[in-house]
């Protein structure tokens, strides 16, 4: 009896411990974002290193908006990323829902196709999408871009909402289908409103991964008014020096979105890749 209690108090104490030591890990890396951010250049790089800015200003932030087009920056990636996750959320969704409804030959074989494609880098594709894009004078544009994206996210968004649709009775079907309702009716009325976990957790992968892109859109985009805002982070790195307080200021506003969609969103996320990742 001592021992089981034993064991059950040192069980506690080391789930505590390794708690504790990943929410330092996560959370140090954006403390430090914000104390850098904070700091004037002039005392960047003073010894001993302040963890909490003696003299914290916000000129770093105030730089963003005033000598940076950062506004511009940060509104072309709303726009790209949340173009490209509707078309992923929509192609999937209709997809998923199919690939689990019908039995068609070969449907094994294009759901193992589906995770194929997430085995290879996407590097791998730079240079076909740079020369296919080209032909079709889709370089330096925004659509090339989301296209680019939409092709990244939709085999897995597929993948997830299969899962998540296979989980739903077709019994929910035939039931409608013997009251009348055709097929795309049992869908849109019927499945498509228990989805929503599954669809909610769909859009916020499929935003996370357009919205932390870097290199398709290093090479697609030249103007610098189409750029995003992981363009903008990475032109702070400079020739001599880099801005460190500015490239953190602009991080934070970048990291902001995310913060959001995980505070509100990330029962729907865990749920949906859950059930989209694990289910055959």
């Known amino acids: 009896m001592a021992g089981t209690k034993t064991n059950k108090i040192v069980t506690r104490v080391a789930s505590y411990a390794i708690l504790t030591f990943m929410t330092l890990l996560i959370f140090t890396p954006i403390f430090w974002m914000i104390s850098t951010s904070l700091k004037s250049e002039a005392v960047m790089f003073d010894t001993p290193i302040e963890l909490i800015p003696s003299d914290p200003t916000l000129d770093s932030y105030v730089n963003l908006w005033s000598t940076y087009p950062f506004l511009t920056y940060l509104r072309n990636s709303i726009f790209i990323v949340s173009v490209a996750t509707f078309f992923s959320v929509a192609v999937s ?28 880098p996407s590097i791998m594709l730079l240079i076909p999408y740079y020369k296919t894009f080209k032909t079709l004078n889709l370089i330096d544009s925004h659509f090339g871009l989301i296209i680019a994206y939409v092709s990244f996210t939709i085999p897995f968004c597929t993948w997830m909402m299969r899962g998540y649709f296979a989980g739903i009775s077709k019994d929910l079907d035939q039931a409608a289908a013997i009251d009348g309702a055709g097929r795309f009716r049992v869908f849109s009325s019927v499945i498509l409103p228990i989805a929503w976990p599954g669809i909610a957790a769909t859009a916020i992968y ?8 870097y290199l398709f859109a290093l090479v697609f985009l030249n103007s610098a008014e189409k750029k995003t805002v ?3 982070i990475g032109q702070l790195i400079g020739e001599y020096r880099i801005l460190w307080n500015d490239m953190m200021a602009a991080s934070f506003f970048a990291l902001v979105p995310m913060i959001i969609i995980f505070i509100f969103f990330n029962r729907y996320l865990v749920e949906g890749l859950s059930a989209g990742a694990v289910k055959e």
């Open 230 to 232: 992981s363009l903008a």
């Open 206 to 213: 499929a935003f996370i991964a357009g919205w932390n892109e």
């Open 93 to 120: 969704t209709f997809a998923g829902y199919g690939i689990s409804r019908f039995n068609f030959r070969g449907r094994g074989i294009f759901m193992s196709f589906l995770l194929a494609t997430q085995l290879f």
